[in-house]
């Protein structure tokens, strides 16, 4: 039975309650269940973890692990090093489970503000303490390495202390910066056909042209190799009240004054399972947003601003774990000003300019075959649904087009090569972009 402890948005830690795992003997999962603690059902500021555990003082059991928890957990990345870890220990990789991939992760740098703890300590206690950005060459090694199957333990210990907490499939670590803060570090994979963090940056500085907000993110280049891209981490906020410091783990405190931030993944919002039958849609997003968000209007706008600009830019990797929530705060209030979800900064945006490679594009409504060619008349024709107008809805269309239609600037400011541009064309020159001009032109003409 492992405790689990919430920071909530004033700063202040909580036990929420206890989990239990049923594992099989095979250590498949059968069941988990947990109970929230007297303490946190009257404790200020708690909050429903996720929408299928309701606040109520009885045990609530599922045959799959509940969606806050799955949030905490690393996705195939941070499972493919702990894998290595567990192997470098002499351990047997088949043992492990969903239960020991949830504890597994460092308690410093797990995503959000769920914390657990078995027999006195937070799981799992960090040996080495977070690397900073010096290291960052030695990470990207090391990570590379682990891929080719050549990991050597030095590597493996850098890459552990930061590399398991963040979800995701693409190679990355935490890294903390010389003022302290933490930040997500995204590195070139092998097999990567073109820069890939270039241009996800490229992409954010026109998600920010485009209106959208995004996290404060830098490129670091690396001569002829392909860069990394760092990512200030939004569930991490300076702290603003006098509350105890609550982030270090179980041996002190390595950061000072920050404060973790309640996350909650658009899949734990929908309750959606991978790999089910059921693939949720922008339109069911937006109704379930509305339901939960602290400002349902503002948020479902913003929904919408990310869906035009996903169109725009052709991203077809727009799955349901790359939209989330975060508790209070950290988007644009103060810590404990704010209390509810709302919206987190947009994130994992990137143009695809080849079809007919692996995706996960989100259909914009229920009715949506197109896939990853999907048609942003559709998502206009659903404006409502986005508490929208049609006029309003084309007024942001029209924003987002602009911004994106300078993705060649902006691309040449951020050092890429001009020679791409005829390959990337392919996704920001996709068909979406003559709709959007000609809708917009019917629009001015009325
Ligand atoms: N700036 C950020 N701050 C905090 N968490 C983040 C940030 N960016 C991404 N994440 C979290 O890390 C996960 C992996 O990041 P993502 O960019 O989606 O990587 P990948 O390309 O591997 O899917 C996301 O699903 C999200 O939970
Ligand atoms: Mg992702």
């Known amino acids: 039975m492992s405790e689990v402890h919430v920071v909530l948005p004033d700063g202040t830690q909580v036990l929420a309650g206890t989990l239990d795992f049923d594992l099989t003997p095979a250590g498949t999962l059968a069941a988990t269940r947990f109970t929230y603690s007297a303490e946190y059902l009257t404790a200020t500021g708690a909050y429903a973890l996720c929408p299928e555990l309701p606040m109520t003082p009885r045990p609530m059991t599922s045959v799959r692990l ?49 914390r657990f703890r078995e027999r006195g300590a937070f799981q799992a206690p960090a040996e080495d303490g977070v690397p900073t950005l010096v290291s960052i060459d030695r990470l990207v090694a090391a990570a590379q390495s682990t891929t080719r199957g050549t990991d050597d333990a030095e590597g493996m210990a850098l890459l552990l202390a930061a590399g398991s907490s963040m979800g995701g499939a693409r190679p990355k670590a935490t890294v903390r910066d010389a003022d302290g803060t933490l930040h997500v570090a995204k590195f070139p994979a092998l097999d990567d056909r073109w820069d890939v963090q270039r241009w996800e940056r490229i992409t954010l500085r026109l ?42 783990g179980s041996t002190g405190s390595r950061a000072p004054g920050l404060v973790r931030v309640g996350y909650m993944s658009a899949a734990t919002l929908l309750q959606h ?3 089910g039958g059921y693939k949720p849609d922008y339109v069911s997003l937006s109704e379930d ?24 830019v052709r991203n077809t990797d727009d799955h349901m774990r790359n939209h989330a929530l975060l508790r209070g705060s950290a988007v644009g209030t103060q ?30 409504d229920f ?80």
């Open 66 to 114: 509940f969606g806050c928890f799955q949030d905490a957990q690393p996705d195939s990345w941070g499972r493919h090093l702990l894998q290595i870890a567990t192997r470098h220990r002499g351990g047997n990789v088949t043992t492990m489970t969903e239960e020991s991939f949830l504890l597994d992760v460092h308690d410093e740098t797990r995503l959000g503000a769920l």
């Open 207 to 248: 998600a920010a042209a485009a209106g959208i907000s995004v996290p404060e993110s830098r490129f670091i280049a690396r001569g002829a190799s392909h860069g990394v891209l760092l990512l200030r981490r939004f569930d991490r906020v300076p702290h603003v009240g006098s509350a105890a410091d609550n982030h270090g």
């Open 273 to 275: 399972e991978f790999g």
């Open 289 to 312: 947003l509305q339901a939960l968000s602290h400002a349902p209007e503002a948020d479902a706008h913003e929904l919408f601003r990310r869906v035009a600009f996903t169109l725009l």
């Open 335 to 364: 810590v404990g000003r704010a209390l509810g979800w709302r919206l987190s900064p947009a994130f994992d945006i990137n143009p695809q300019p080849l079809a007919g490679i692996p995706m996960a594009p989100t259909p914009i």
């Open 367 to 446: 009715d949506d075959a197109d896939g990853p060619e999907r048609d942003i008349r559709r998502l206009l024709k659903n404006a409502a649904s986005f508490r929208l107008t049609q006029d309003d809805a084309t007024v942001i269309v029209r924003e987002v087009e602009e911004a994106t239609s300078r993705w060649t600037q902006v691309a040449l400011r951020e050092g890429a090569n001009p020679d791409e541009f005829e390959f990337f064309a392919k996704a920001f020159e996709n068909p979406n972009r003559e709709r959007a001009r000609s809708f917009n032109a019917s629009h001015r003409a009325q």
